[in-house]
Every structure is written in C-alpha cells, then in structure tokens.
C-alpha cells in the first residue's frame, strides 16, 4: 500500500483501501469520551452509600486500553466492588446520575469493549474469591472477577479442573460468560458460556438476582453471551470435572481445506478430547488433537488416525523441502516457518509440563505460548464463525485477506458444540444457521517489528468482516470498534428487537455502552 | 527470555496480558491492580511519575516470581530495583523497613577464603551457627567450604531498597571471592548480581548445594512439602525450573510451585518481612501455600520461611539441612 505525500494545505485521500470501510462511520471506531456537569455529584452519592470512586491517574490509567491496544479512552473514576450490593448501589446512582459503567474483568478484549470512554470502570478483579467447590454435584461456586487461571490454581488442589476456557489465562469467567469462551475441547463440550448453571446478576437498574435455566430463565439466556449488555455477572456456579494430564498429538497439512475437513470429521465424530487446527501462513498447518484418557486416545488410534489425510512430522518436512528447493525465492517464508516452528513446538513440551509423555496444566502450556508468540502491545484478531457447510470457504476467503495483508500470520479453528437451539445464541458468536457444531476462525497477523497505522489494521478487520456479511455468517468479536458490522450481519430485526430489551433493561443505557449498541 | 532481550526491554514494552498479576503475592493479597507491576507499568505508559506510584514501588517484596511469568521476557526484576532508586532520589523519607546503616566502602577485617567454594551466610543463615556448620559438614567440611566474612548482606540491603552502592564496596566483596570457583549464597536476591559480577564462578543457592547431595536428596519424602527460596529460584528459572522437577521426581515430595511453576513466597526474606512479618503478609502467603495440600512436614531453604510456618501450623518444620536427621 501507498501513503501518499501529503502536500502542504491539502488533505490526502485515506490510504485505506476504497472499498473497505464500505458503511463504517469511521468516528465510531473510538467513542468520543464523554464528560459530565453532575459527576461531583454522582460521586458523592455513591460515597455517601460506601461505594468509593477512584478517581487518580494512577488507577485510571491502568485501563486506558484493553487487549487489543487499539482503541484508547481514559475513565472518570474506577470502582472495585467488594460485594454485589456495592455494584447494585453503583448502578443505581448510574441510571439517576446517567453515568455510563463499562465493566471489565480481565480486559482480554481488542475492540476496546472493555474500555470505558468517560464514566465509571468497574473492575471486577476485586471479586475473585472461589465459595464452594461442589464434588458431588461437580460444580464450583465463584464470583465472577476471577480469572480462570486463578480458579485452575484452587481447583487443582482439590483434584479438579473447569471444563473450557479461553487460552490466555487472565480471562475472567464473567468477561468470559459474557462472550463466550472457546477451548480446544469445545467441539466437545462447547463454549464456556454453556458451563454455567446458575448466576448472580446485578441487573443494570441494580437489582440483585439469581438465574440458571429454571430460575428467571429469561435473565438467565440474556446475560449469556449477552456482551455485558443486560447484566453484571457477580457470581457464577460452573460444571467442573476430574484434572487429567493429556496426550497430544499433531498431524501437518499442506492443505487449508484438507485440514479443516478432517477437523470437522473429528468433531462431528468425537473422535478426540481436544482438537483445533494452528497454523504458520497457509503453509504449515497443523491440526492437534488430544487426549485425557489412555482409552479415548486408543480408540482414536483404532478408528480415525489412519483416515486423517496429514502427514507426520518427518513426512511433512520432507514435502515443505521440496516444495521451498522448487520455490527458492520464497526462502525468506521457508526460514520464518521453519524458525517458528522450532521455536514453538518445544513450548509444548516444555519437560516442567510434562509427565510420563502427558502435558498437565494444559491452560497453562496452552496460554503461555499464546502469549509469547502472539501476544504484543497490539493485536488485532478478526474471526469468522460459520456452520460447518460453509466453514472451509470462510477460512479460504479469510485466508486470501491475510495474505493481502501481512507478510506473516496465523490460522486458528476450533468447533464449538451448541447445547441445542437457545435463546442465548441469538446475535452472538454462535451463527444463526448453525446446528450440532458451529466452527471459528481466528485471524491474526504478527504485528511484533512492524509498525501499521490503526486504519490498515481496521481495513483488514473490515476485508475479513465483509466475508462474513456476504456469506451470512457470525463473529466471536463483534463488538467495540466492529460495531458497525453487528447491523449488517444481524440484520434490522433482530438488532431492533434487542435494542427494545436493552432500553427496558437499561433505561438510562448505562451499562457497557458502545459495545453493542 | 535471553539477557540481552531482558536488558533491552523496559515498561514500555508491557502489552498488559496479566500474566504477571497471577504469581503476584500482593495482587493475591490485596487484590489491587496497582500494587501489581502490571498496575506500575500500565500507569507508567500513562505518564504517571515514580512518587504517584511510590506505594506500589514499596509494596513489592522482590520475590521475583513476575520476571519468568512475562512472556515479553522484559527484565522485572532489573526494573523495579531501578525504579525504587528512581524514587529514592527524589525523596528525602523512607519507609520504616528500609536498612539503617547504606552500604559502606570501609573495608572490613575480612580473611581471604582458600576455598574452591564459599558459602556466603548471609542475613538468612546468620542467626543460626549450628545450621551453618550443618552445611558446612554436609558440604565437605571446611577444608572444602569456606565462609565468608564478607557475606555482602549490606549490598543485599542496599540494593533491594533502591539505595546506591558504593561502586569500591562491591570492589571489596568480590575481591575476596576470587580464589573460588563456586559460590554458594543463602541470600537470593544476590544470585543476579554475583552472575553479572562474577561471570565465571558457579553461584548456587544453598538449596540446590544441598539437594546436591544424595542423603539430603533421599530425606526428601513424598509427604514433605518443599519450600524453594524463591529470589535465587526465579533469577536463574530456566535452569532451576527443570532441577527442582527432577527433585520432585526423584522424591515425590510436593513443592510451593505454582500451575506456572512459579515459587510462591511466603515474602519472609524481604526486607519489609525481615521488618514485619504481619505487613508483609506472610502468614497470608504460606497459608495459600498449604492450602488444600497433604503433607507431614514443611521442608524449607530459607530459614526466614521456617518461623512463618511454624506459626500457623502444627506439623514439623525443618531446614533442609536437618531434613535428614528427621524421623
Ligand atoms: C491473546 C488472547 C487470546 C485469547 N484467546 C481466546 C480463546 O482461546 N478463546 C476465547 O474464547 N477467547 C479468547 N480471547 C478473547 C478473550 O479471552 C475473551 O474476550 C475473554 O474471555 C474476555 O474475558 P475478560 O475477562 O478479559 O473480559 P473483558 O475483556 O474484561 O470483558 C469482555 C466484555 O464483557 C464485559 N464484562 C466483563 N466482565 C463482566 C461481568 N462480570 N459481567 C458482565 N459483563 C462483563 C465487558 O464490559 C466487555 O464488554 C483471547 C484474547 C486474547 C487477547
């Protein structure tokens, strides 16, 4: 791409590419922030209630951006709520006052939507305390700020572990049910969202209740994968099971489409605990499955290994050789891969995690390496979910805007299994045409030693979003900076007959707002 | 997490992912993400100064655990030492933990150790002679072992405390360490320093000097809760990491290694818990250690952690130098 030479009193035409931001008001990527006559007065209240307001640089500024690093916007104030009630009463003064509260947990977002423009931050972080852990039933009672690996860490003295979570460890489980979460075993057990049996929720006028899918079931499918827009989630109670280290094995494909059909075999099969596809370019792909059992992992070994079409690691090596020998000025991607590679794997099998040839803390194996070698200051990481029919080609079609853009990226595909046609999944991640097992693709370029301008950035995310408006599909992040994609994909309809609930729940439109609507 | 990527890398290159915050005993503790370095370095980026950030500066206990958690592989610990001398120089009153006397340059009537190696006691070891002539014995004796007079547990001081070392007092403590090969340091917070000073000797906590030896090794049981030094475990990680794993191997016993592998630290060594061991929340972090853990006796490296276990629970603490002299 060009930049043009700007000419002293002209203003240049945007270097974005002219069809990209086809209907993205582009002041809507970053909300104006917004200020307030009655803050003093807001605050007072709250104080007078025992609900403190920081208000100091020093803990205003920890928030300026969440994950992604992108979007920027300071808060008024920040709360750390020590119980529900404290966020009753601050979502009470809210809707009087009409302050706007953006909550965060672990603040893994990258659309800025747990960045708070103006108002209160409310970080629940303060709320991290386990209350029960359940053997019997196989559940844990927690509140809500926690992040999963500090919950991992207290299960795991007791034997246990969660079910699925997102990989990168400071995910809290509320920022999390709000969204979703996807693991390598949620084409199995689904996405995090539906580990939840009960929750307690401050409702965004401030009232205090309980749901699960007999009690205000309503609330309940709401404030799931309900992007913090009908809830604060304060307390979760969440199925757990048995910690078992795990068998991984890897199988390299030189194809994208050969690749994700056999992960769609798998899954639709059951046919592993774990599977997910992890890919250097379109070149190296890997697809990994994994195992908690010796039994499960014979069994895949019976039936389904000799039908998947990937190769092993010598095999594989030998056809990237001859397939670079013939290629030689494509040497600089062969050694990218090829130092990837060897970098990566290893953290694996890092031998601290491993025992008798099985990884444990698999959260831990998992997420460390997602940080150390796609994490960064910035990052920015379109999706696409689709229904399994038209999955291949979303990837296919991502894939060709990746390539477009950015010299060096990564692929990653996962299943997720739904719980049956709940309400939960309307104008969520989960595709309207999707049953059984909806798919998701992550996009995400390696931004580490380049720098690109945020309107490059947001053309690429707006090129991957188009594909998912022209082919009907779904996104894992639609909200923040992507916002403008939420009527286009959802259609009028649905988003007008949420808006309606929004305003019912939210009269002030206090709780999250800029997110979603 | 090469040295040369850990010197180059500052605050600046924080990208917030919390990874940190998780093996934090003051984020465990407080739950305050300004206590937290994440919480320092996010409010760093956002223009804020060394003194409105001072109490997150003094809070830290140093224990380290942050550096070998961050996936940038930015130097933590290098950074916050800097950053508590930062603000040192511009204030005039300290906390009530900081050391009394600076580190001097008077030299000392020290003797030169002929040893190959020499265990430097340091505050850790000092307070008990019979532990450390334990070591001693088990070590060889001392035609094998020399102690030194010196132990540098000043410059220790000095330098968790932001204070400035006088460049010809570090002089003098190295110069009596030159005749040996291997340097065995009680004090954790030194391991870093003696490496970049001395880069040819051997320095080693006296855990794994210990653990070393195989009747030590073999006193070790799998009902035994192991407690690492946490400071001289996190400066050299990687290494260490895959020891302490063949240790629980070897013996099975269990370790207060975190799902990260991280030491957790009960934080008795730090200068605010040598103070107070009640502010520094101690007792806190060693009860989070045992948590929902079987074992019969709490084996540590540290002697500083031995009074804080024995505080709040009833079975056996022991050095591990007398671990095998336990029934
Ligand atoms: C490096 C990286 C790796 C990732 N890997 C995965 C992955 O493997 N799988 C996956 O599913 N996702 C992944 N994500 C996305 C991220 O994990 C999810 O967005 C995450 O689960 C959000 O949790 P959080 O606590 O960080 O929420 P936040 O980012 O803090 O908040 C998310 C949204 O929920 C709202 N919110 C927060 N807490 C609450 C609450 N208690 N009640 C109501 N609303 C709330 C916020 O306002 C915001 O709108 C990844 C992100 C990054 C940066």
Known sequence: MQIPVIEPGCIPPDPVSPDSLKGIPRQQTNPARRSFENWKDFVGHLRSEGVFVREGKVESSIFVTDAGGLAFGLPHGVVRPNSAEDISKLLKAAQLHRVPVTVRGGGLTTEGESVAFGGILLDMSSLNKVLKIDAKAMTVRTQAGIFWHQLAEILRRDGMDYLSAPLNLTA????????????????????????????????????????????NPELFERVLLGYGQFGVITEAVLKIRKFSPLTMQYYYYASLRTAIEDLQMLSKADAADYAGILTILDRAITLLVAFDSDERRKEFEQI????????????????????????PWKMEEALYIASRRFKLFPEFNRPEFMRDGKIIDRTVVFSRAVWKFWGGRQMVIPDLSAKAEKFVEAVERGNAVCRKYFKYYTLYCVGIKLKGNLPRYEMSCIPQDASDIAYGCEFEPMLRDTDYSRDYLQSFKNEIYDIGVD????????????????????????????????????????????VIF | MGNKKKKTKGYESCSGCGVCLLVCPLWRTTGAMTYTRKGRA????????????????????????????????????AMNLEQRRMLNQSRSSYPAWYPKNEATASPRNSKLPQTKTILMAGRNLDGDIKIVETIVDLLGGDKNIGIADDDGRDIAAAIEAGLPVPPDRIALCISLLRNAKNLIVSEGLLHRQLREWLPAKKVMGVGEALLNIPSIRRALRPDDIFIVESRGYHSDFERLVKFYDRLRKDTGCQMNLDLQRIAIPT?????????????AGCAEHAAWILKGRK????????????????????????????AGFEK
């Open chain 1, 304 to 327: 389904w290994k000799h039908k998947l079409r990937g190769h092993g690691e010598l095999g594989f090596g030998l056809l990237m050789a001859r397939y670079y020998l013939l290629r």
């Open chain 1, 471 to 514: 082919m009907g599909l779904s996104y894992y992040r639609f909200g923040g900076m992507m916002k403008g994609y939420i009527r286009r994909v959802f259609g009028d309809e649905m988003v007008d007959k949420h808006l309606a609930m929004k305003k019912a729940a939210d009269p002030a439109m206090i709780l999250n707002p800029d």
């Open chain 1, 172 to 215: 809290s489980v509320g920022g999390t049910l709000g969204v979703g979460g996807i693991d390598v075993n949620s084409s199995r057990l689904g996405c995090s969202s539906d580990q939840a049996v009960e929750l307690e929720v401050v409702t965004p006028t401030g009232e205090i209740m309980r749901c699960s899918e007999t009690e």
């Open chain 2, 42 to 77: 996010k409010a760093m980026q956002g223009g804020v100064s060394h003194e409105e950030i001072a109490a997150s500066i003094d809070a830290c206990l140093m224990c380290g655990s942050c550096e070998p958690a961050c996936p940038e592989g930015i130097g933590i610990v």
């Open chain 2, 295 to 322: 074992f019969k006796r709490i084996v540590v490296e540290d002697l500083a952690d031995m009074e804080v276990f024995q505080e709040i629970t009833d079975v056996p603490v022991v050095h591990l130098s007398m």
């Open chain 2, 267 to 279: 934080g008795a060594s730090s200068l605010r818990g040598l103070h107070n061991k009640k502010t």
